[in-house]
């Protein structure tokens, strides 16, 4: 397995900015709801706009004269490529950000990524919400085998990767949640597959990984696959995904090179329980599907999907429920996919889970506006 070192985050503790500085950056929300999300802003048009000299400064509400969280987004890179800010605004409302020369406030990571060697090589995701893992080369022909996105069922705001790996007592529950969701052979909780002849042709596990960002506010990373050839198409792929902050979803950007052809008929997937009337439900206009577990030992898990700007078709099968979609040669193909645990207190129906993705999905088609005022 080829590792990658994440790159660290710069957070500012002094600021050499000039006290004259006036300028602001205003973002408004065109929603009815308020919005508590992360937003990203190009780092070189930030830093010029406000005169900074370096990358240490504190960032303010211009009202309220309140600090924010923000991360220096380094994407892989050796410099800041965006500046995340951590927000909340008002319905319909505008939030004035100016900058200080106040030290940067000391921050906790929410969000964490990494490889997991001592566990068959998963490679785990998380926020401060929910935890995501994917599976890696060495659980390949072992009885444990799996194929898609698990999730596990956290109710703890604290970051549990580590401690639940290092404990390896996670699929019981100790008062921060566990691990009881099943994915097997499906696609679990959003990932894909190839789609030939009308059959689910799953790929080999990732090969390797490369950490671009690990927090405090986001953790973005790339699970890249070794080329296959499958049904006489020879195909790469690479998932590059992220995390925010207090989200109950990741965001994920696909990748798909074939080198037969231009296209690559695929299926995104959530995994299906054993019932008779599934409770689900799909909103065409908002372009999202929502699946509400069948409870189990109390405990419930709600999954869901927020599609793409892509024609899909949807395919209900005994084991999980599919959408074919067609992939591009070098177009990236984003979705977002999601869950939702009922002992975590924030979301504990289905009528408040399709609440929070008519929101998430505004969110995705509606981003906040962002002004430069001098």
């Known amino acids: 397995m080829k590792s990658f ?25 065109p929603s009815s709801f308020e919005r508590k999300e992360v937003v990203s802003i190009p780092f070189e048009k930030f830093k010029n706009h406000f005169g900074l000299r370096d990358n240490n400064f504190s960032i303010v509400d211009q009202d309220s004269k309140k600090p924010l969280v923000y991360q220096l987004e380094m994407h892989g890179e050796t410099s800041p490529q965006n500046i995340l800010i951590a927000v909340q605004i008002a319905p319909k409302g505008t939030l004035k950000l100016a900058v200080s020369a106040a030290n940067q406030m000391q921050v906790k990571n929410k969000t964490f990524a990494r490889y997991v060697p001592e566990r068959k090589d998963d490679f785990a995701w998380e926020n401060n919400v929910v935890a995501f893992r994917a599976y890696g080369k060495a659980l390949e022909g072992t009885s444990e085998d799996a194929q898609g996105f698990d999730y596990w069922s956290k ?35 959003g990932d894909i597959a190839l789609y030939f002849d009308n059959h689910v042709q799953y790929t080999k596990h990732y090969r390797q990984y490369k950490v671009l960002d690990n927090g405090p506010l986001r953790s973005t990373f790339k699970l890249i696959y070794e080329p296959q050839e499958i049904k006489g198409h020879g195909i790469t792929i690479e998932k590059e995904i992220s995390i925010d902050a207090e989200s109950q979803l990741s965001k994920v950007s696909l990748n798909i090179y074939n080198a037969t052809a231009a296209l690559t008929p695929i299926v995104i997937g959530i995994a299906k329980r054993k019932e008779t009337d599934p409770n689900t439900f799909s909103d065409k206009k908002a372009n999202f599907f929502a699946y509400w577990e069948p409870e189990m030992k109390g405990n419930i898990t709600g999954t869901a999907l927020i599609f793409p700007n892509s024609r899909n078709t949807f395919i209900d099968t005994p084991t999980q429920f599919l959408w074919n979609i067609t992939a591009k040669n070098n177009q990236t193909l984003t ?10 207190g924030k979301i504990q129906s289905m009528d408040a889970w399709k609440k929070y993705l008519e929101q998430a999905s505004e969110q995705v088609q509606k981003p906040l506006t962002i002004s430069y005022k001098k």
Request: proline share 0%.
């Open 335 to 344: 979705y977002y996919m999601g869950a939702a645990f009922n002992k975590a």
């Open 155 to 189: 109710r703890t705001d604290e970051l549990v990767i580590d401690e639940w790996y290092k404990t390896d007592d996670y699929h019981h529950d100790h008062g921060k949640g566990l691990d009881y969701y099943s994915v097997g052979q499906t696609l679990g909780v």
């Open 5 to 29: 070192l994440s790159t660290a985050i710069l957070l500012g503790v002094t600021s050499s900015l000039s006290a004259q500085n006036s300028n602001t950056v205003q973002i408004n929300s």
